[in-house]
C-alpha cells in the first residue's frame, strides 16, 4: 500500500515499487522511469542509468524486499524514528522493515494524503506500508565505486529535498534601492569562530540516491560488452570520435577557462556546456545533450543572491548575510556580506547560503526574528533555524527590515 501528499516532485509508481525524480524532470525521462519500474528492472539499475533514467531523489521497493535508496539529503522515518543521514559518496541501498515508511517532508506527515498503485504523479512525501521486521543497511555487491556523488534537482517541495538543478538564462529582476549592502567585511580577528555547522558538508548534498560516474562509460552504453568490436566498424568509430572532439574542444577548453568551481558530475551538450546529470536539454543553448558525457566537471556558476539594492553577490562559496556577520565555520572562503537594519530586525549572522553540488541552500542562523522563505504559488513560511532548505530559482528570502534577498539566475 502506498499513499503520497501531493507536492511538486515527480513519482512514479509501478505497484510496490517508487521512483521519485526531481520537479523538473523532462516527462518522457519520467516516461521511461516509470517504464522500467513497471517492467520490473533492478532498481539499482535504475540507480546507475544517468544516462537514460536521470537522478531519481530516491528510489523504494515496499514489497518483500523492502528495499530504500536515498540521495544524501533526503529524509525519510521508519515508523517515529528517523533515518539516519546518508552521508555516503557510495549508493547505499537499505533494507527497511517496519510497519510505516514516510519519505520527504517529514513535516508532511499529518497532512491528507492520497493512495496511488500504479501510475506517475507529483508529491513532496511518500508514506509505504511496509512488513514488520527490523532495519538493516545493505551495501550490493554489484555495485561500482562512484567518483562522485551526483548532484541533485529537483524537490520534495519541503524545503528539504528541494533543488535547483542549472538555471535558464533571465533577465535580473529590476528593484528599487532600499538598504546599501556592504560586501567581504572580514570577520573580527579578536573572536573565535563559532561552532561547526551542523547541516551537510558539500560531501553530503542534499540529494538522495548517489549516480557513480563509473556506472555509465560511453564505451558500455546499450548491448555493446565494451570489448569487442568488428574491425569493420573500428575506422567509422574512431572518425566519428575524433569528429566530435574536434567540435566540442574548443568550447569545453573556452568554458573550464572560467569555470574554476569544484568537480561535480554533469552533462554536456554537444558545444559543450555543461548541465546537471538531469538535464534533457542544455540549459544555455538549447542544444541537445551528448549521450555519454556523464562525468566529473569543474562546475558552472549556478546562482546569485541578489539585493533590494540591486547588488548580485555570486553563491560561488558559502555566504552569511547580517548586521554584523561571522563565519560560524573556520572555512577562509566564506563571504560575509552586512546588511543595514535600523530597527535591528536582523540578526548579526542572519542567513546563510551556499550551493552544493547543483543545489542552492539556505539556512537560518538561529536569527532572532527568523526568515521567510518567499516562494510563488505557496503560503510564507519559516525556515527553520540550523536546517538547511533548498530553494528554486525566484524564491527570496526575507530578513527583517525590508531586506529580501532573491535567488537568481547568475
Not at 560488452?225 to 567540435?247: M, P
Not at 541552500?361 to 518567499?374: F, I, P, Q, R, Y
Not at 527590515?401 to 532573491?406: S, T, Y
Amino acid at each position: 500500500m502506498m499513499r503520497f501528499v501531493p507536492g511538486s516532485a515527480w513519482a512514479a509508481v509501478a505497484g510496490s515499487r517508487v521512483a521519485v525524480l526531481p520537479a523538473d524532470t523532462a516527462p518522457e525521462q519520467v516516461q521511461r522511469v516509470f517504464d522500467a519500474l513497471a517492467a520490473d528492472e533492478a532498481l539499482q539499475e535504475i540507480a546507475q542509468g544517468a544516462d537514460r533514467y536521470g537522478a531519481p531523489l530516491a528510489l523504494a521497493d515496499c514489497g518483500a524486499e523492502g528495499q530504500l535508496a536515498r540521495r544524501s539529503g533526503v529524509p525519510a522515518r521508519l515508523d517515529d524514528d528517523d533515518l539516519e543521514a546518508n552521508a555516503s559518496a557510495v549508493l547505499v541501498f537499505e533494507s527497511v522493515r517496519g510497519s510505516t515508511l514516510l519519505v520527504g517532508d517529514l513535516r508532511a506527515k499529518d497532512d491528507p494524503t492520497f493512495p496511488i498503485a500504479h501510475g506517475v504523479t507529483r508529491v513532496k512525501a511518500l508514506v509505504l506500508d511496509l512488513a514488520d521486521v527490523s532495519l538493516e543497511t545493505l551495501l550490493p555487491e554489484d555495485l561500482p565505486e562512484p567518483s562522485a556523488p551526483a548532484p541533485g534537482d529537483g524537490s520534495l517541495e519541503s524545503g528539504v529535498i528541494d533543488s535547483v538543478p542549472g538555471f535558464q538564462r533571465s533577465a535580473p529582476v529590476p528593484s528599487a534601492p532600499a538598504n546599501p549592502a556592504r560586501s567581504d567585511v572580514r570577520p573580527d580577528p579578536a573572536e573565535p569562530p563559532s561552532a561547526p555547522l551542523s547541516a551537510p558538508k558539500p560531501s553530503d548534498p542534499p540529494a538522495p540516491v548517489q549516480h557513480p560516474a563509473a556506472a555509465v562509460p560511453q564505451d558500455q552504453l546499450g548491448d555493446h560488452d565494451g570489448s569487442t568490436i568488428r574491425a569493420e566498424d573500428a575506422a567509422e568509430l574512431i572518425a566519428r570520435n575524433r569528429a566530435e572532439r574536434s567540435a566540442q574542444q574548443p568550447v569545453q577548453q573556452e568554458q573550464l577557462l572560467h569555470d574554476s568551481g569544484p568537480l561535480v558530475l554533469s552533462l554536456v551538450c554537444h558545444v559543450g556546456h555543461v548541465n546537471p546529470p538531469s538535464a534533457s536539454v542544455c540549459a544555455v543553448c538549447g542544444g541537445t545533450i551528448a549521450q555519454g558525457s556523464l562525468q566529473r566537471r569543474p562546475r558552472p556558476d549556478v546562482a546569485v543572491a541578489a539585493l533590494p539594492n540591486g547588488e548580485r553577490v555570486p553563491l560561488h562559496n558559502t555566504v552569511v548575510f547580517g548586521r554584523r556577520p561571522r563565519a560560524r565555520s573556520s572555512d577562509p572562503h566564506t563571504r560575509l556580506v552586512e546588511v543595514e537594519s535600523p530597527q535591528e530586525d536582523i540578526s548579526r549572522s542572519h542567513v546563510q547560503m551556499r550551493i552544493e553540488d547543483w543545489n542552492v541552500v539556505a539556512e537560518d542562523l538561529g536569527s532572532t526574528n527568523g526568515t521567510m522563505l518567499l516562494r510563488h504559488g505557496q503560503q510564507p513560511q519559516r525556515l527553520r533555524p540550523d536546517t538547511p532548505t533548498f530553494l528554486w530559482p525566484g524564491d527570496q528570502l526575507d530578513i527583517g527590515d525590508g531586506v529580501v534577498i532573491e535567488v537568481q539566475a547568475p
